[in-house]
């Protein structure tokens, strides 16, 4: 199997042991396989499937980038169907509308990471952003309607965020699913 590569946003360590938390408690009530709090984070860009002899290429669309990012609260829980269960910022595209708290810059590096993966001649999944923490994957019961009762745990305030590659392989574990490279300060 390839590994799976991304770019995403990793919370501060209190705001991964928060959420690390909460999807504990999701996966105790709704089933499923929670998230590990080492494994927390906002994907920006999901590239796919790559060989391992693509690393430093994908690592070098970092160059230049700030490793670390402002605070930003994640606000709101939901669902991707039956099986899956996130926890978001205000907004979860990344483009504030009026009464939104959520700053632009996580839609302005992805569409900088984007251009860099265009420029360099690698494919990726093109969806347009919807930033989200996955919490539980995998989850035997449909609980959309309960969500509100998992609201207190909620807002969610990474004080600040850390740029990184992810890529998930046939090493990963239940407490360690993805390797993580930064950026080079």
Request: with cysteine; hydrophobic share 45%; proline share 8%.
């Amino acid at each position: 199997m390839k590994p799976r590569w991304f770019y995403a946003l990793r919370p501060d360590a209190h705001a991964a042991a928060r959420l690390g938390a909460l999807a504990a408690r999701l996966a105790a009530g709704l089933g499923g396989r929670p998230m590990s709090a080492a494994d927390v984070h906002l994907t920006l860009v999901f590239v796919g499937e790559r060989p391992d002899a693509d690393e430093a290429t994908l690592a070098g669309a970092l160059a230049g980038l700030s490793p670390r990012w402002p605070a930003m609260p994640l606000t709101r829980l939901g669902t991707f169907g039956r099986g899956l269960y996130w926890a978001g910022p205000a907004h979860p595209a990344g483009a504030p509308r009026a009464g939104d708290d959520l700053p632009a810059w996580p839609a302005r590096l992805a569409a900088q990471l984007q251009q860099r993966l265009r420029d360099a001649g690698i494919a990726f999944d093109e969806r347009a952003l919807h930033l989200h923490a996955t919490l539980v994957r995998g989850a035997r019961r449909d609980a959309r309607d309960q969500l509100a009762g998992f609201a207190d745990a909620l807002p969610i305030d990474s004080q600040a965020w850390t740029l990184a590659l992810g890529c998930s392989n046939a090493g990963s574990t239940p407490q360690c699913r993805y390797r993580w490279r930064e950026p080079a300060a």
